[in-house]
């Protein structure tokens, strides 16, 4: 059960907030009523016995680390099945928002070097060495007199010389800042924390981050010189760079000393490259993505592995797109066939007029007001401007007048979408059970709240059928993968509704795991995110599981997320998630090699179309802070509707409403 505020831990520590919760338990902040200052804990669950051995061996050795750039762990414990780790809190900024405010100079990304290395050379240079196999711009903390510290330990590792090909454990993948060995089994070493360590230098000074490693190793991109984009980079600098991240381990400095020494000019420029030279071409579009954390929308929480030292400060970490490994393919039953059409599936969707969707209930009217742009009611989003904090549904008219707040409580609601009818809004949020994330409804006017799924694991990313009848969600009920289900449900007017039995399915027949599905607008086909045997993510579509079709058989598009149907049938739209940056585009369901780029600005994501058609809402971190925005399908107008200090996303068009 989680701490509740208020509560007393191990009687010591009083808890004052939930910072984050992660895949294996928890991060708060509480106070040390024995020291009288505030702290982290993090909260591990794990009831295996080595686990447990193992914990208690890492958390030792933490707690003897002292170094500046490091937080110390001041106590660790375990009360029943849980594992707690208590360390400094520290406050701050971390580097990967501090650069978005305003992009650091040469020289100063090159004294955090020096910071960094020094912490990474003790670590790497303890009679058993740490190695962090997480560095990042997101997991260095900056505080206010300028101090670094290098936090989130979650995926830290014992490096033991005799078991250097085979140590196991969670590793980090972050794309762009990740090196080539730590994707697979090969072993990890010192040389692999030295790669990330240049990469979040190379990102924090040319505001790029590097191309990711597997696809710079398959050919598909070159790693450009950190001069292209910065031309005072210095020769030597340059060089350094590209050498620590060579993709082959035995090409990387020694030890990240040597690196150091290479950065600050004491070492020539051929000598530096004698190791690894980088050839120069123009970079492609073809790119890994960010995977989104599904459970907290942009909140991602660090938290595999047992020395989760976690994300310390502020009200956890601000990740807008974290990757997440691909699960495992889950053990699961045969599961039941649900035809989602009558008629024989199509390669790809004919260009005719859309069929009319069978209609749902019969719509109450609620007011007299005309239709808004787009033909829209109103727009529902979530935010936090209430309290900074906690993600509640708000709707706003069109133009983004007269924002109200749907939901109140705790608990961050994410993943809003109307139904057909205009008349209610389902939504993902946990449902206090201790299950996990569960899909909700609720009246367009706030009542009527109802829990639609109360299930073990996280459903989230709930899209109505067109017909009303059925919601297409994405569940990790099922082994712990991402499986698209389909629920049947009615909602009569005006009573609660019938939620029925949920299925799992598969539109690729492979059961990898599948995710954003989104219906076509006559609610016969649903298009999906597949990641097949790991691979990253592609777009399939189709009308009967187990029976889609891939949509871009060129393989171009790779690495999409956030997928939207137009109401003609004639587009869709979805984020491209890149090194460094995501953006819109749209691309014709009949010709998947026309894809149009929408947006420019480096951080937009989430696109939805107005029930005319014409228009797309979105979010947007353009100016540093995510904002919903409205453009048209061309691209073009581009509004910022919110404008506001909390964080606006997720938005959603209402079907009008008479």
Not at 254 to 273: K, N, Q, S
Not at 431 to 446: E, K, M, R, S, Y
Request: charge should be negative; glycine fraction near 10%.
């Amino acid at each position: 059960m989680p701490l509740q505020p208020g509560s007393v831990l191990a009687s010591r520590y009083e808890i004052e907030d939930k910072l984050g919760r992660g895949g294996m338990g928890a991060v708060y902040l509480a106070y040390d009523q024995t020291l009288n200052m505030r702290v982290a804990v993090k909260e591990n669950l794990n009831v295996n016995p080595e686990a447990e051995r193992q914990f208690r061996k890492e958390a030792e050795l933490l707690a003897k680390l002292r170094h500046p750039h490091l937080p110390r762990v001041t106590d660790y414990f375990i009360l029943g099945d849980q594992q707690y780790l208590v360390m400094d809190y520290i406050e701050g900024i971390d580097l990967h928002a501090r650069a978005a405010q305003r992009r650091p100079s040469v020289d100063e990304v090159l004294g955090w070097a020096k910071d960094l290395g020094s912490a990474l050379t003790y670590l790497h240079s303890r009679p058993q060495p740490i190695i962090h196999r997480d560095i990042k711009p997101s997991n260095v903390k900056v505080q206010p007199d300028g101090t670094l510290f290098l936090v989130d330990f979650g995926i830290a590792k014992i490096f033991e010389s005799d078991q250097a090909a085979t140590t196991t454990g969670a590793r980090g993948l972050t794309p762009g800042f990740s090196p080539p060995e730590q994707y697979g089994g090969a072993r990890t070493d010192a040389r692999s924390d030295q790669y990330a360590l240049s990469a979040t230098l190379y990102s924090l000074m040319t505001g790029h981050s590097p191309p990711d490693s597997i696809e710079r190793m398959l050919n598909k991109q070159q790693l450009l010189p950190a001069s292209t984009y910065i031309p005072e980079v210095a020769p030597h600098v340059d060089a350094a760079l590209e050498r620590a991240m060579a993709i082959d381990m035995e090409d990387r400095f020694p030890d990240v000393a040597t690196f150091l020494a290479a950065l600050g000019g004491e070492l020539a420029v051929e000598t530096i490259r004698a190791a690894a030279v980088m050839p120069t071409v123009v970079p492609t579009v073809v790119a890994p993505p960010r995977k989104k954390s599904r459970r907290l929308g942009v909140f991602a929480i660090g938290g595999a592995g047992l020395i989760g030292l976690i994300i310390l400060g502020g009200a956890g970490a601000l990740a807008l797109g974290a990757f997440k490994p691909p699960a495992p393919s889950p053990t699961v039953n045969v599961p039941v066939v649900i035809e989602i059409t009558s008629t024989p599936e199509p390669t790809q969707p004919p260009d005719t007029p859309t069929p009319e969707p069978t209609a749902g209930p019969e719509p109450t009217a609620t007011s007299t007001r005309a239709p808004g742009l787009g033909g829209a009611g109103r727009i529902v989003f979530v935010s936090n401007r209430e309290d900074n904090r906690t993600l509640q549904l708000w709707t706003m008219d069109t133009d983004g007048s007269d924002p109200a707040q749907l939901t109140f409580g705790p608990g961050d609601k994410v993943h809003p979408r109307w139904s057909p009818d205009g008349q209610r809004i389902l939504y993902s949020a946990d449902g206090g059970n201790d299950l996990g994330l569960d899909l909700f409804v609720i009246n367009a006017d706030g009542t009527g709240l109802q829990n639609l799924t109360n299930s073990v694991g996280d459903d989230t990313e709930g899209r109505w059928n067109p017909r009303g009848n059925s919601i297409a969600f994405t569940s990790t009920r099922i082994g712990g993968s991402e499986v698209i289900h389909l629920m049947p449900i009615e909602c009569p007017a005006g009573q609660p509704c019938i939620p029925g039995e949920a299925k799992a399915i598969t539109m690729t027949g492979t059961y990898a795991p599948e995710s954003s599905a989104a219906w076509s607008p006559d609610g016969g086909q649903l298009v999906v995110i597949a990641e097949i045997r790991g691979a990253l993510g592609r777009i399939f579509i189709g009308g009967t599981p187990g029976e889609g079709q891939r949509f871009d058989r060129r393989d171009n598009i790779i690495g999409a997320d956030d997928l939207d149907w137009s109401p003609d049938g004639k587009l869709l739209s979805f984020t491209w998630y890149q090194p460094g940056f995501n953006e819109i585009y749209a691309v014709p369901v009949d010709d998947s090699t026309r894809t149009q780029r929408l947006t420019k600005t480096v951080g937009n994501k989430q696109a939805t179309f107005s029930p005319d058609g014409l228009f797309l809402a979105f979010t947007s971190t353009r100016d540093q802070n995510a904002e919903i925005y409205r453009m048209t399908v061309s691209g073009a107008d581009q509004v910022n509707l919110t404008n506001d200090p909390g964080l606006d996303q997720m938005p959603d068009w209402q079907p009008y409403v008479p």
